[in-house]
């Protein structure tokens, strides 16, 4: 299927907003979706909505970083609840979470694509159909890989 990467390309270097996506292979970690918008996706994966206080810290100097935070949120952060749609199905990639390193990079996700698939800040986009339809055959043991 189509796919949207980020803006610096693939890198095996990623590192905090240089736009990157990370090379490598990683787990998926959650869905989330946007109950306003879509009822939970039929798939394997542990799944929870997300609510207008919902965020992701970006901020290496912050405790939370790439975590789920409640906004308001002190530290710099992502903010979940969209307007553009683009956020209505996220999954985090098990990418610098299992623990987090400052720096290393954040919030890679994989989520909807903007329509005309422009580049991302690092996370791998498809379109809203197809990330429906690959959620159905997802489950705990589900691996992504990017390559180079």
């Not at 109950?35 to 929870?48: Q, S, Y």
């Not at 992502?78 to 749609?85: A, C, H, N, P, V």
């Not at 690092?122 to 429906?132: K, Y």
Request: glycine content about 10%; overall charge negative.
């Amino acid at each position: 299927m189509r796919a949207a990467l980020g803006r610096g390309g693939v890198t095996t270097e990623k590192r905090e907003g240089d736009g990157g996506t990370p090379a490598g292979i990683f787990p998926l970690r959650k869905v989330f979706y946007r109950p306003d918008r879509l009822a939970a996706p039929e798939t394997a994966l542990v799944c929870g909505p997300i609510a207008p206080d919902s965020g992701w810290s970006d901020d290496p100097a912050d405790p939370a970083y790439n975590q789920p935070v409640t906004l308001p949120h002190a530290m710099r952060h992502e903010r979940l609840w969209r307007e553009d749609g683009l956020y209505d199905l996220v999954v985090p990639l098990g990418y610098n979470d299992d623990p987090p390193v400052p720096g290393l990079g954040s919030a890679i996700f994989l989520h909807c694509a903007h329509p005309d698939y422009r580049s991302t800040e690092g996370c791998v986009a498809v379109a809203r159909a197809d990330l429906l339809e690959l959620l159905r055959v997802c489950g705990p043991e589900t691996r992504m890989e990017i390559r180079l």
